[in-house]
């Protein structure tokens, strides 16, 4: 099993310009999150679906960030346009539910926002 | 306040000692506690579910106490490779992680 996927793994841009970032979930599993840590703030949830459906997006914190999940392979977070203070790393996690609870984090993507 | 909050360590200690970290929750609904451990520069993995009835994996137990809203982990005879950051899970519907609490095992 290749575990959840994140590309890309370090992505340095500069401010105002659009940051995509995807993530493959574990295959079976039902929910993914996406979160964001630093230093300051430690990690934070920002948006959480349940197939492919966002059930939680209370996190973001506004809307420059968007999500999607396309299908249950796949998903993606968008900031337009991004901001120094976006600068983080941010996971991606998957979840097989039914009663299971462990959640699995892909390798993070850092991002840099100059 | 937090909803989930961990001892701000650093922990510092010498190999086979033992170490215990507290998690205070603020939410009486949760339902569901976890402990998971975060390597430097890499992501956080389950180290341990825990149970009501409080469980033990090897040298790690975990504990939870409801009527006071917290949960614990015990480390035994610890090793340098337990040097990582210890972060305490809380579900309510979702999942709300402490800040985490930084061991490090010495020589």
Redesign the interface.
Same mark, same amino acid.
Request: glycine residues 8%; contains cysteine.
């Given at each position: 099993d290749a575990g959840v996927i994140q590309s890309p793994r370090h992505e340095v841009t500069e401010m105002g310009q659009e940051v995509t970032l995807r993530c493959k979930p574990i295959s079976g599993h039902n929910s993914l999150f996406w979160y964001r840590q630093t230093m300051m703030r430690g990690l934070e949830l920002l948006i959480y679906f349940n197939n492919n459906v966002p059930i939680d997006d209370s996190g973001m914190p506004e809307d420059r960030f968007s999500a999607k999940m396309p299908n249950a392979s796949f998903s993606t977070l968008k900031i337009q346009p991004s901001e120094p203070r976006d600068s983080a790393v941010y996971f991606c996690a998957s979840l097989r539910g039914g009663g299971v609870n462990e959640q699995f984090f892909g390798p993070g993507t850092r991002l840099t926002v100059l | 306040r937090k909803e989930v909050e961990q001892d701000p360590g650093p922990f510092n200690v010498p190999e086979g000692a033992t170490v215990a970290f507290n998690c205070t929750y603020s939410n009486s609904a949760s339902q *569901?506690f @976890?402990w998971y451990r975060q390597d430097c520069r =890499?992501?956080? =993995? +389950?180290l341990m *579910?825990v149970y009501s009835s409080g469980n033990e994996d090897g040298r790690f137990t975990a504990q939870l106490n409801r009527a006071s809203q917290y949960i614990s982990l015990l480390i035994r005879d610890s090793k340098l490779s337990d040097s990582a950051t210890y +972060?305490c899970v809380v579900?309510v $519907? =979702? *999942?709300? @992680? $402490?800040? $985490?609490t930084t061991l490090t095992v010495k020589p």
């Amino acid at each position: 099993d290749a575990g959840v996927i994140q590309s890309p793994r370090h992505e340095v841009t500069e401010m105002g310009q659009e940051v995509t970032l995807r993530c493959k979930p574990i295959s079976g599993h039902n929910s993914l999150f996406w979160y964001r840590q630093t230093m300051m703030r430690g990690l934070e949830l920002l948006i959480y679906f349940n197939n492919n459906v966002p059930i939680d997006d209370s996190g973001m914190p506004e809307d420059r960030f968007s999500a999607k999940m396309p299908n249950a392979s796949f998903s993606t977070l968008k900031i337009q346009p991004s901001e120094p203070r976006d600068s983080a790393v941010y996971f991606c996690a998957s979840l097989r539910g039914g009663g299971v609870n462990e959640q699995f984090f892909g390798p993070g993507t850092r991002l840099t926002v100059l | 306040r937090k909803e989930v909050e961990q001892d701000p360590g650093p922990f510092n200690v010498p190999e086979g000692a033992t170490v215990a970290f507290n998690c205070t929750y603020s939410n009486s609904a949760s339902q *569901s506690f @976890f402990w998971y451990r975060q390597d430097c520069r =890499k992501e956080p =993995k +389950l180290l341990m *579910s825990v149970y009501s009835s409080g469980n033990e994996d090897g040298r790690f137990t975990a504990q939870l106490n409801r009527a006071s809203q917290y949960i614990s982990l015990l480390i035994r005879d610890s090793k340098l490779s337990d040097s990582a950051t210890y +972060l305490c899970v809380v579900n309510v $519907g =979702k *999942s709300t @992680f $402490g800040d $985490g609490t930084t061991l490090t095992v010495k020589p």
